[in-house]
């Protein structure tokens, strides 16, 4: 099957490139019956970034909590919110945050323009109208949200994308400056999205050679990162970002897998987080994916990382059914992993037992 892989069409990369975005703004600002608004992460409340931000005339910033993954719900009211302010025409979003809050601009973004609720969108390419121009401006590395064409979306009845050609931003603006003081283990969670990334988007059916060069990239730069002693903090957050950015891209042109498919049931009835969510999965997957689990295994020792196990233990049977059925339901994954026989490999109860181990 071909596919049409729309990527970002610009990206500002560097140290310090994050003080470019008020220069950048200046082709936004074409009216003087238009603002800005800016999507940004909670954390940085009061935080030196805040008064980083290039606020101007009727500019404003919607703090964004993502103690929970971002929820339809949550997008249609910052959509109700920016269209009740009064402050007439959005000329632009900037999303400035983690996974959760880039996906939250990409979504809101196209929810300014098609009517309804988010939720109806959730899918491929429903979407009927481009959205408002849109930034994306990480300070996390690993999700390759900044590069991908989902906002991923919690809804009413499942968690998935908003997936289209009006969802990738604009610009990005990749500053590794922004991500160097990210905790211990949530650096180590979202770096191991990319390198999950890598390792499903290799290994399965839709694999090919754009999507192995950029995993193949990708892989390198994780492990230069998170196995190599030598090099600077300051140079590892630079590769990093990279490796994050090719991760996704590897994706685009091919698709996730198992750990992926397990995360995304950890996520939707446990409320977990999808960095964490996959070390979870990933830690118990050594029989689909062998030595990367091993490699997998040593990063997380290096790094005296915690990764939770024994989740099960206080999981009801219905917890188990429900993560079942969430993960099941992700066809397009198994499909990747195994082939068009995927049901002769993979059952509800085989996924119950995976889930059982963790
Ligand atoms: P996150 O955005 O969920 O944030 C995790 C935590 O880190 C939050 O508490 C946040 O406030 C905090 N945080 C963010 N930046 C920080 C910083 N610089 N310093 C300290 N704390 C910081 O984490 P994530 O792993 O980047 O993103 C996960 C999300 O990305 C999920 O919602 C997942 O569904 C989504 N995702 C999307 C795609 C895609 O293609 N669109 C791919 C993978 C994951
Ligand atoms: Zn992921």
């Not at 929820?71 to 009211?77: A, I």
């Not at 060069?213 to 230069?224: D, H, I, M, P």
């Amino acid at each position: 099957m071909f596919r049409v892989i729309k990527s970002v069409p610009r990206c500002l990369f560097g140290k310090g490139s994050f003080n470019e975005l008020s220069g950048i703004l200046e082709n936004n600002r074409t009216s003087s019956n238009s603002h800005i608004v800016f999507l940004v992460d909670d954390f940085f409340k009061n935080k030196p970034l805040e008064k980083r931000i290039p606020l101007k005339g009727a500019d404003y910033i919607i703090w964004i909590n993502v103690d929970d993954e971002p929820k339809t719900k949550v997008v249609d009211s910052i959509r109700d919110q920016i269209k009740d302010s009064g402050k007439g025409m959005v000329s632009a979003v900037i999303g400035i945050g983690g996974g959760s809050v880039l996906d939250y601009a990409k979504a809101v973004s196209v929810m300014l323009t098609n009517e309804g609720s988010s939720s109806l969108y959730q899918g491929l390419n429903l979407a009927k109208n481009q959205g408002v121009y849109h930034i994306g401006i990480p300070t996390l590395s690993g999700t390759g949200a900044e590069v991908s064409m989902t906002a991923v979306l919690t809804g009413p009845v499942k968690k998935l994308g908003i997936k289209g050609e009006f969802t990738p931003f604009d610009l990005i603006v990749l500053d590794p400056e922004l991500i160097s003081e990210a905790p211990k283990n949530q650096r180590f969670y979202t770096g191991m999205d990319a390198y999950i990334h890598n390792v499903e988007s290799m290994d399965g059916m839709n694999r090919n050679s754009i999507s192995d060069s950029y995993a193949t990239q990708s892989q390198t730069l994780c492990r230069e990162v998170f196995l190599n002693d030598i090099i600077s903090r300051e140079e590892a957050d630079e590769k990093l970002m990279v490796a994050s950015y090719f991760g996704g891209l590897s994706i685009g042109h091919s698709e996730v897998g198992v750990c992926h498919a397990l995360s995304y049931g950890l996520s939707y009835v446990l409320g977990l987080h999808h960095g964490i969510a996959n070390c979870i999965a990933f830690n118990q997957l050594e029989e689909i994916y062998g030595k990367a689990v091993n490699e997998f295994h040593f990063m997380v020792e290096k790094h005296k990382i915690d990764i939770p196990t024994q989740i099960s233990k206080r999981l009801t049977p219905e917890q188990f059914d429900k993560m079942a059925v969430t993960a099941l339901g992700l066809e397009h994954m198994w499909r990747h992993a195994f082939g068009p026989e995927w049901p002769e490999h993979v059952n509800k109860e085989r996924i119950i037992e995976w889930y059982k181990r963790m």
